[in-house]
């Protein structure tokens, strides 16, 4: 265990301002396992009023869990919670809302057909004479947007409104319930910059008021920005708790990462460079691809024969960068080209027509049809080339169902199973055959080893290089990065919906990529940075010069 | 394995990862994944037994009508009870293939009036043969048109089934009462109502039309590419549409069918009684046909469709309510233990899932 020495309640964390100020909240040792299986073991976060909390960890880190036990949602296994000094143990979340527990989702949790006024008093409307107090309710909600530099008019409906405001009256919802921590859990996913930047203001006052906000969210950029401390979490535990002055952007990534820069090892850097020169013709390109909120300039381009990684942190866009490639969602602004002519994909039924492939990151909701079969699982895609005459030709279906299972290695019962019964790096093999029997040119394939065991994640690295081998251009998002690497002969960096870095066979490795995250190529964050401190020095400097001019 | 690893760590730490991963919030627990093989064969014997379920009760509602309900065993009653389920089955027909889709047709039986209302007008000023024979193709494509309606609805305008077809539920009998003038259309035409009166070797001919469309559709669902994409759509239409299936023209369809196929009962229904009241026709069959569905075994859910599973629900609901008028229970009560039925029939699935 690391993180022996944070069982102090003071943790030994260097003793800046938030360690002056009484811990709001304190989880210890927390552990919780769902069906036998741990998903936090000895997870610890503790948050000092007045300050702005990051908890920041990849998927399945065990964040979410943290937070559903802090807010009742779940009860812990084991471990202390001490809010406001004393022990706690939620049962409900209404419990933890009563006690000064406000969380904000991601999808927020408003009436949209009701007023914003509404909204914010739901549940605790000021009453007169037993009936609800309309003037006052809309006062009151008018006077606390005001205080947050808001001035709507609080009788529209909150739908009307853009998802910055809503959350804004989710905020207002939070402080007028008097709530002493709120919990941000995404909040800024769908915003865009100018959006953000007004929420963090919101977020700043209600700090300088002294409650606590616990901020979740994948953006390095916004946790610089906005936070005092952080927590770091990865496999269900805490891994490094720390200011965010103390943690810079690579450190952050590569403990969330779990990837010490020294313990990254390289592939074989001259195996990619000969990969590389014997690829052949482009067969996809995407040049400044843009669609609100999630991309704003992706470009990239992938060859037959070659395997590019798109790397980038959750919520950066690679999922919503493969969907316009695959014509699932309208491009707003770039193109894309295949085969060097441009062309327009209205649906998924246009890009498997010229040869694409997309397999879902999500294989539950997007992938699998869970009641049926494996057989009919298997063949979705090419069903339409194995009728004759609009009618199944079920022999020709078998021969293709046996091949795959056969040469992909899945385990299962019967082709008659429900694909829900298998595991989930069988379903994920289940899927793979159900585009690789389309015969495709191009694969896109969005986290192919998420959710599955590490027999299986060998065997999908495995089926993907010699897919490569064979001539595909294959196009691939993975969070680890060393799965990235294992199979990849190059790597697009993406961040926040934009392009950062490209890097080329033995430029290549684990700690190119997290330098090309945590920087990479963002030299407009960086410049502004560098021109910020510069300008502030220059007032200084202007000022002193004044000073002594006088 | 061939690949190779590249390191320890790798080998240990994903699968650190791995096991922490499982979100409580997604149901994609491990242990539902773990050992597959002997959860597989139990929930296999399930889905045998469930299908079967059905039938036992059907069987077994038979049999207590040999035993304690006089006259039963006779070819009369044979034929009342069935003709009496045709038209639901015909409708409920359709309704199964909406339902595999995720959505409802509340609209069935205003498709049953407007096709019944358009017949008699057809058959009775036009003579010969030819106006038979519009009288049996134009109605039908009229209600089919309702069903187009209904799917353009669904589909373009992603309007919930529900309200979708309640549109027509409201507007469509009132259609049917305009294009009548509300009147109530008698006739005595044989040639037409044969459809429904006519024998072929002792057996309604509807009872064999309806046989024919049973067989005829569950072929269709099992063994054509409709049929495959009806439930796939239905099983999972995020799936269906990044896959490439044209999720929206197979809606469309199975729409159009289920009017379609409701225009055909209403045919039936008015030869039956010689007369169409556009207020009377197929009204509150939508019930009947979604409870037949529901008894049948196929999830309102969508992504399963049992043609066969309707067929037997239509009759073990037609049975009982059989069995409680043979024995004087009022149609009052008798309505009741029909929505008992519904209950434990829709309980029964949840349980078997």
Same mark, same amino acid.
């Given at each position: 265990?690391?993180?022996?020495?944070?069982?102090?309640?003071?943790?030994?964390? %260097?003793?800046?301002? %938030?360690?002056?100020?009484?811990?709001?909240?304190?989880?210890?040792?927390?552990?919780?396992?769902?069906?036998?299986?741990?998903?936090?073991?000895?997870?610890?976060?503790?948050?000092?009023?007045?300050?702005?909390?990051?908890?920041?960890?990849?998927?399945?880190?065990?964040?979410?869990?943290?937070?559903?036990?802090? *807010?009742?949602?779940?009860?812990?296994?084991?471990?202390?919670?001490?809010?406001?000094?004393?022990?706690?143990?939620?049962?409900?979340?209404?419990?933890?809302? @009563?006690?000064?527990?406000?969380?904000?989702?991601?999808?927020?949790?408003?009436?949209?057909?009701?007023?914003?006024?509404?909204?914010?008093?739901?549940?605790?409307?000021?009453?007169?004479?037993?009936?609800?107090?309309?003037?006052?309710?809309?006062?009151?909600?008018?006077?606390?947007?005001?205080?947050?530099?808001?001035?709507?008019? $609080?009788?529209?409906?909150?739908?009307?409104?853009?998802?910055?405001?809503?959350?804004?009256?989710?905020?207002?919802?939070?402080?007028?319930?008097?709530?002493?921590?709120?919990?941000?859990?995404?909040?800024?996913?769908?915003?865009?910059?100018?959006?953000?930047?007004?929420?963090?203001?919101?977020?700043?006052?209600?700090?300088?008021?002294?409650?606590?906000?616990?901020?979740?969210?994948?953006?390095?950029?916004?946790?610089?920005?906005?936070?005092?401390?952080?927590?770091?979490?990865?496999?269900?535990?805490?891994?490094?708790?720390?200011?965010?002055?103390?943690?810079?952007?690579?450190?952050?990534?590569?403990?969330?990462?779990?990837?010490?820069?020294?313990?990254?090892?390289?592939?074989?850097?001259?195996?990619?460079?000969?990969?590389?020169?014997?690829?052949?013709?482009?067969?996809?390109?995407?040049?400044?691809?843009?669609?609100?909120?999630?991309?704003?300039?992706?470009?990239?381009?992938?060859?037959?024969?070659?395997? !590019?990684?798109?790397?980038?942190?959750?919520?950066?866009?690679?999922?919503?960068?493969?969907?316009?490639?695959?014509?699932? +969602? %309208?491009? @707003?602004?770039?193109?894309?080209?295949?085969?060097?002519?441009?062309?327009?994909? =209205?649906?998924?039924?246009?890009?498997?027509?010229?040869?694409?492939?997309?397999?879902?990151?999500?294989?539950?909701?997007?992938?699998?049809?869970?009641?049926?079969?494996?057989?009919?699982?298997?063949?979705?895609?090419?069903?339409?080339?194995?009728?004759?005459?609009?009618?199944?030709?079920?022999?020709?279906?078998?021969?293709?169902?046996?091949?795959?299972?056969?040469?992909?290695?899945?385990?299962?019962?019967?082709?008659?199973?429900?694909?829900?019964?298998?595991?989930?790096?069988?379903?994920?093999?289940?899927?793979?055959?159900?585009?690789?029997?389309?015969?495709?040119?191009?694969?896109?394939?969005?986290?192919?080893?998420?959710?599955?065991?590490?027999?299986?994640?060998?065997?999908?690295? =495995?089926?993907?290089?010699?897919?490569?081998?064979?001539?595909?251009?294959?196009?691939?998002?993975?969070?680890?990065?060393?799965?990235?690497?294992?199979?990849?002969?190059?790597?697009? $960096?993406?961040?926040?919906?934009? *392009?950062?870095?490209?890097?080329?066979?033995? @430029?290549?490795?684990?700690?190119?990529?997290?330098?090309?995250?945590?920087?990479?190529?963002?030299?407009?964050?960086?410049?502004?940075?560098?021109?910020?401190?510069?300008?502030?020095?220059?007032?200084?400097?202007?000022?002193?010069?004044?000073?002594?001019?006088? | 394995?061939?690949?190779?690893?590249?390191?320890?760590?790798?080998?240990? @730490?994903?699968?650190?990862?791995?096991?922490?991963?499982?979100?409580?919030?997604?149901?994609?627990?491990?242990?539902?994944?773990?050992?597959?093989?002997?959860?597989? *064969?139990?929930?296999?014997?399930?889905?045998?037994?469930?299908?079967?379920?059905?039938?036992?009760?059907?069987?077994?509602?038979?049999?207590?009508?040999?035993?304690?309900?006089?006259?039963?065993?006779?070819?009369?009653?044979?034929?009342?009870?069935?003709?009496?389920?045709? #038209?639901?089955?015909?409708?409920?027909?359709?309704? *199964?293939?909406?339902?595999? #889709?995720?959505?409802?047709?509340?609209?069935?039986?205003?498709?049953?009036?407007?096709?019944?209302?358009?017949?008699?007008?057809?058959?009775?000023?036009?003579?010969?043969?030819?106006?038979?024979?519009?009288?049996?193709?134009?109605?039908?494509?009229?209600?089919?048109?309702?069903?187009?309606?209904?799917?353009?609805?669904?589909?373009?305008?992603?309007?919930?089934?529900?309200?979708? #077809?309640?549109?027509?539920?409201?507007?469509?009998?009132?259609?049917?009462?305009?294009?009548? +003038?509300?009147?109530?259309?008698?006739?005595?035409?044989?040639?037409?109502?044969?459809?429904?009166?006519? &024998?072929?070797?002792?057996? %309604?001919?509807?009872?064999?039309?309806?046989?024919?469309?049973?067989?005829?559709?569950?072929? $269709?669902?099992?063994?054509?590419?409709?049929?495959?994409?009806?439930?796939?759509?239905?099983?999972?239409? &995020?799936?269906?549409?990044?896959?490439?299936?044209?999720?929206?023209?197979? &809606?469309?369809?199975?729409?159009?069918?289920?009017?379609?196929?409701?225009?055909?009962?209403?045919?039936?229904?008015?030869?039956?009684?010689?007369?169409? +009241?556009?207020? !009377?026709?197929?009204?509150?069959?939508?019930?009947?046909?979604?409870?037949? $569905?529901?008894?049948?075994?196929?999830?309102?859910?969508?992504?399963?469709?049992?043609?066969?599973?309707?067929?037997?629900?239509?009759?073990?609901?037609?049975?009982?309510?059989?069995?409680?008028?043979?024995?004087?229970?009022?149609?009052?009560?008798?309505?009741?233990? &029909?929505?008992?039925?519904?209950?434990?029939? !829709?309980?029964?699935?949840?349980?078997?899932?």
């Amino acid at each position: 265990m690391t993180q022996s020495g944070m069982h102090t309640p003071h943790s030994p964390q %260097p003793s800046q301002s %938030p360690a002056t100020r009484p811990l709001l909240l304190e989880m210890q040792d927390i552990g919780i396992s769902f069906g036998g299986v741990p998903a936090l073991r000895g997870a610890n976060l503790s948050v000092a009023a007045g300050e702005v909390h990051a908890l920041i960890g990849q998927n399945g880190a065990g964040k979410s869990t943290m937070i559903k036990i802090l *807010t009742g949602a779940y009860r812990r296994g084991s471990g202390s919670v001490r809010f406001e000094g004393r022990e706690v143990d939620f049962r409900t979340p209404k419990q933890a809302r @009563e006690a000064g527990i406000s969380t904000i989702y991601q999808e927020i949790n408003l009436v949209p057909f009701r007023s914003v006024a509404e909204n914010i008093f739901l549940g605790r409307e000021p009453r007169r004479f037993g009936l609800i107090d309309w003037r006052t309710v809309q006062h009151r909600a008018a006077a606390l947007l005001d205080s947050f530099g808001l001035h709507i008019d $609080v009788k529209k409906p909150v739908g009307r409104y853009s998802t910055a405001i809503q959350q804004m009256v989710a905020l207002a919802r939070a402080v007028s319930s008097d709530a002493k921590m709120v919990i941000m859990d995404e909040s800024t996913s769908s915003l865009d910059e100018r959006e953000v930047e007004l929420l963090f203001t919101v977020v700043r006052k209600l700090r300088d008021d002294g409650r606590a906000v616990i901020f979740v969210s994948h953006r390095l950029d916004e946790l610089y920005a906005l936070c005092d401390r952080v927590t770091v979490m990865r496999d269900g535990q805490t891994v490094a708790q720390s200011t965010m002055a103390e943690m810079d952007k690579l450190q952050l990534v590569t403990t969330m990462l779990g990837r010490t820069l020294a313990a990254v090892v390289h592939d074989d850097p001259a195996a990619r460079e000969a990969n590389l020169a014997r690829r052949g013709k482009q067969a996809i390109a995407a040049r400044d691809l843009g669609a609100h909120p999630k991309v704003s300039d992706v470009s990239l381009e992938v060859h037959a024969g070659e395997a !590019v990684g798109l790397a980038g942190l959750l919520g950066s866009g690679r999922t919503e960068t493969m969907r316009l490639m695959f014509g699932a +969602d %309208p491009l @707003e602004r770039g193109s894309v080209s295949i085969d060097g002519a441009t062309v327009t994909l =209205k649906s998924p039924q246009d890009a498997i027509a010229r040869g694409l492939a997309y397999l879902t990151e999500d294989r539950k909701a997007e992938g699998i049809v869970p009641e049926l079969s494996v057989r009919d699982n298997l063949t979705l895609v090419c069903l339409r080339t194995l009728t004759r005459n609009g009618i199944v030709d079920v022999k020709k279906q078998q021969a293709i169902v046996d091949r795959f299972i056969a040469s992909l290695g899945i385990k299962l019962r019967s082709a008659d199973q429900p694909i829900r019964e298998l595991s989930g790096g069988n379903q994920q093999k289940v899927l793979l055959a159900r585009w690789l029997a389309a015969e495709p040119s191009l694969l896109l394939l969005d986290e192919p080893t998420r959710g599955i065991d590490v027999g299986a994640k060998a065997d999908v690295a =495995k089926i993907v290089r010699e897919l490569r081998d064979a001539g595909l251009a294959v196009l691939m998002s993975a969070s680890e990065l060393e799965e990235l690497t294992a199979v990849a002969d190059r790597a697009v $960096v993406i961040r926040d919906g934009r *392009t950062v870095a490209e890097l080329n066979g033995a @430029e290549m490795s684990e700690s190119a990529i997290m330098d090309a995250i945590a920087y990479g190529g963002d030299s407009s964050s960086q410049l502004a940075e560098a021109a910020q401190s510069a300008s502030a020095a220059h007032i200084e400097d202007a000022l002193e010069g004044d000073r002594h001019g006088v | 394995m061939v690949f190779k690893l590249d390191t320890e760590s790798m080998q240990s @730490e994903p699968q650190a990862g791995q096991e922490a991963r499982p979100q409580p919030g997604s149901e994609a627990s491990p242990q539902q994944t773990s050992s597959p093989t002997s959860q597989a *064969t139990g929930v296999r014997n399930w889905r045998r037994l469930a299908m079967q379920r059905e039938l036992i009760v059907l069987l077994a509602m038979v049999l207590f009508n040999l035993i304690f309900t006089p006259h039963f065993w006779s070819l009369q009653t044979f034929n009342v009870n069935l003709t009496q389920v045709v #038209t639901i089955v015909i409708v409920g027909i359709g309704m *199964t293939l909406v339902v595999a #889709t995720g959505g409802i047709d509340l609209s069935v039986g205003a498709s049953m009036a407007i096709s019944g209302a358009l017949a008699p007008m057809l058959f009775l000023n036009i003579p010969g043969p030819g106006g038979i024979a519009l009288a049996f193709v134009l109605p039908v494509l009229a209600a089919a048109l309702c069903g187009v309606f209904n799917g353009l609805l669904v589909t373009r305008l992603a309007v919930q089934p529900i309200v979708a #077809t309640l549109v027509l539920f409201i507007a469509g009998r009132g259609i049917a009462q305009v294009v009548t +003038d509300g009147s109530l259309q008698a006739f005595n035409t044989p040639a037409f109502q044969w459809i429904a009166l006519g &024998k072929v070797a002792g057996v %309604p001919f509807q009872v064999l039309l309806m046989l024919a469309l049973v067989v005829a559709f569950a072929w $269709v669902v099992r063994k054509t590419l409709f049929g495959q994409y009806l439930l796939i759509t239905g099983g999972n239409e &995020k799936a269906a549409y990044l896959s490439g299936v044209p999720t929206a023209s197979v &809606k469309l369809i199975a729409y159009t069918l289920c009017a379609a196929l409701a225009g055909l009962a209403g045919l039936i229904s008015i030869s039956v009684n010689s007369s169409s +009241d556009a207020n !009377v026709v197929g009204l509150g069959i939508e019930l009947d046909a979604i409870a037949a $569905v529901a008894v049948g075994g196929t999830a309102l859910t969508g992504g399963k469709a049992f043609i066969g599973g309707t067929l037997v629900g239509a009759l073990i609901i037609q049975l009982l309510r059989y069995t409680l008028l043979a024995h004087g229970i009022p149609d009052a009560a008798a309505l009741v233990v &029909k929505a008992g039925i519904i209950v434990a029939a !829709v309980y029964v699935q949840r349980r078997s899932r």
